[in-house]
């Protein structure tokens, strides 16, 4: 019985790191912002960010944000809208007439941080780690 107990959680553990349907068999790209670190992927006009590192008690409201930023900068389109919960974001993505660009490297390590601007918009430089 305490083996089929430590099966289950470790199944249940395996589960916790594992994109949507959609986006399964896709290489994802890790971009952490402000201390959020996701793994991205992209196909088509969606984008899934997935949240990988422990954070004590998130609220959407800032993880939502996070999310989008790290879909913009591995997609290189707007992000229309971010939908989902704290561990698993899908953005709708606005390349124009185009494919998304795809403007980072999949399969690295990124971290975006917030660059000082002069306009309304907040920008972020992003680094390869």
Avoid: W
């Amino acid at each position: 019985m305490r083996t089929l107990l430590l099966i289950v959680m470790s199944l249940l553990l395996v589960a916790c790191n594992t994109p949507g349907p959609h986006f399964r068999g896709l290489p994802a790209t890790r971009v952490t912002v402000e201390g959020s670190t996701f793994d991205v992927r992209v196909r088509d006009r969606l984008a899934e960010a997935l949240r990988i590192n422990p954070e004590y008690a998130p609220r959407f409201g800032p993880i939502q944000t996070r999310a989008g930023v790290a879909m913009q900068q591995v997609s290189g389109c707007k992000v229309t809208e971010v939908r989902g919960d704290q561990a698993l974001a899908t953005g709708l993505l606005d390349c124009g007439s185009g494919p998304p660009k795809q403007a980072m490297t999949v399969g690295l390590h990124y971290e975006c941080y917030a660059v000082i601007a002069l306009g309304p918009e907040t920008g972020y430089q992003c680094d390869l780690i």
